[in-house]
């Protein structure tokens, strides 16, 4: 519980102290100095140099891939011998934590956005106590910071000199090693800290082994997705018979809504999905060949 209860009081004091600081920055409109707009600028407007804001992007970036290497060594020594070099990048993270919150006029809808979170829940319970049991921890999950910084990167206008094909490739290793890192890490790490005190799961004995609800969900969807690891088999002939039915099923329903997905994510690309008028939005504007055409009464 040390990995959720210091981060979130931390979590909600941040959020709650940034209340007053955002309606001050915001009345004395601080943001418009000259070295902030210089160097960090707003969420709406680019800095006039976006060098310094890249640098420190990249020191996150490299500074993530070092926490997660360093995670990953504890996993194997099974002790925390490395807490200087955690305080080190929990600083560089710190420091970049409050650059970002600066340049969104320290809102505090910004210290709730995932990035944001991942910081504070890595760093806190590193910083809170000192002991070889902190081997393990949710370090792993700064590989998210690594692709969040690299977003960042290219929002300051930086990677414009790197071609489209190359910026691609640095998006995709990073995506993945991101996907597979935090899901891997998230198996480690349950199943290091074992079953739940407060719940009990009581299995049924069977000709296909030890079952419950969850172990059958569990079979369920290694199933349907074509993964199935082999623990679990089943041992009657109306169960084999309706697996093979969710089998056929499972594979046409994925692959069916997969497309929708698709097709759904193409239209809004384009600029074709369904309207929804906003809060506090009164007109509409709409612009575009498609409307050349059109009569006065819209």
Known sequence: WRFLIWPSVVQVSVVVA??????????????????IARHVGTKHRKPINPYFLAWLLAIQLVSSLVSVSLWIRRTY???????????LISVSFAFGYLVRVLKNEFRPVEAMTLACVVDVYCSVPLLMENDDSLWVS????????ALDALNQIESTGVLDMVSDFRRALMFLVLRTMCMIVVLAGIVFTLEVLGELPTITEEAISTGMGDISFMSILYFSISTISTVGYG???????????????E????????????????ELKNLLNTGKGSYRLRAHRNHVLVIGGGVSNAGEVL
């Open 18 to 35: 940034l209340g007053p600081i955002s309606w001050l920055w915001c009345r004395y409109r601080c943001s418009e100095t000259r070295l």
């Open 77 to 87: 020594v099974r002790r925390c011998d490395d807490f200087e070099a955690e305080v």
């Open 231 to 245: 623990d679990f088999s089943p041992s009657t002939l109306p169960s084999r018979m309706f697996v093979c039915l």
């Open 138 to 145: 949710l370090s792993f999950l700064r590989v998210f910071r």
């Open 247 to 262: 089998i056929v099923v499972g594979v046409i329903f994925f692959s069916v809504e997969t497309t929708n997905i698709m």
